[in-house]
């Protein structure tokens, strides 16, 4: 399989480096926050490595995913310059306003269908729920919990379901989405255990390692693919500690650890 390129693969999923993850999906490319700039300091955080595979080794995207465009850890200056070359980008609503016109804002369980004119299956990307933070955290002039984020889940006839989670610190909003968008056959979790001083009183912003393995067992998938677990000063857990968190739950055989920049292929889905 190797390494990311520009040739797509049947289904595929690749980690860039952060939270930055390539998804191929029924001949879709879909990119989810992405972040492609070097290490280096970024306002009040420190980047410590760039992204595995550059932006313009990816080739074409038919659409960006955007959690949340408030911080750079999720969309920095090359990633906000690639997610605006492509023909669209799926995001939160308020991030869509200040996107301009080729973002398109979804609501939390509001969904989208892709069509293609060249047979390609059609594959629907729906919004759910991210609280970015403790549930009583500190909360912005919406109400939301850091700031508004949203997760996604893809899916289309005969394709795994694959959750992607965007920055998420809440199990409850895992369960909710276990129960509405279930069953999910490949979860992208968003973890790392990130903490900025002055925010949210250092708590959880993102999921912990042991929080990672609860959300996979609530969710039942198949594969979990954790993301946004390197690269910044600010992720407090890595690849071991995940390693360890999917041991001590009993489920390390749904963890997949490929590395940066390369695929890792789910299973085919049984039935659908
Ligand atoms: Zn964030």
Redesign the pocket.
């Known amino acids: 399989m190797g390494n990311v390129d520009a040739n797509r693969q049947p289904v595929g999923i690749s980690v860039l480096g952060g939270p930055t993850t390539v998804v191929d999906l029924a001949g879709w490319r879909f990119v989810i926050d992405p972040t492609f700039d070097g290490p280096g300091v970024n306002g009040h955080l420190t980047k410590t490595s760039g992204p595995a595979i550059a932006a313009s080794a990816l080739g074409a995207v038919d659409a960006v995913l955007i959690s949340?465009d408030?911080?750079v850890?999720?969309l920095d200056t090359e990633g906000r310059r690639f997610a605006l070359d492509a023909p669209r980008i799926l995001t939160n609503p308020g991030a869509a306003g200040r996107l301009g016109t080729s973002a398109q804002g979804l609501a939390p369980w509001e969904s989208v269908q892709l069509h293609a004119s060249d047979g390609r299956r059609a594959v629907t990307v729906q919004a759910v729920p991210a609280v970015?933070g403790p549930a009583d955290g500190d909360r912005d002039a919406g109400g939301n919990v850091?700031?508004e984020?949203t997760g996604f889940v893809l899916t289309g006839d005969g394709l795994p379901t694959i959750y992607l989670s965007g920055?998420n610190a809440s199990l409850e909003a895992v369960a909710d989405i276990a129960a509405r968008s279930g069953p999910i056959d490949v979860a992208v979790l968003f973890a790392g255990a990130a903490r900025v001083p002055g925010r949210q009183h250092e708590r959880l912003?993102t999921l912990n390692s042991a929080w990672a393995a609860a959300a996979a067992e609530v969710l039942r998938a198949k594969l979990v693919i954790p993301a946004h677990i390197d690269g910044w000063a600010h992720v407090t857990e890595g690849v071991d500690d995940i390693r360890r968190a999917f041991e001590d739950a009993g489920i390390s055989e749904v963890l997949g650890l490929a590395a940066l920049g390369h695929w890792t292929v789910p299973p085919t889905p049984t039935s659908g």
């Open positions: 949340h408030d911080h850890d999720n970015h850091t700031c984020t920055d912003l």
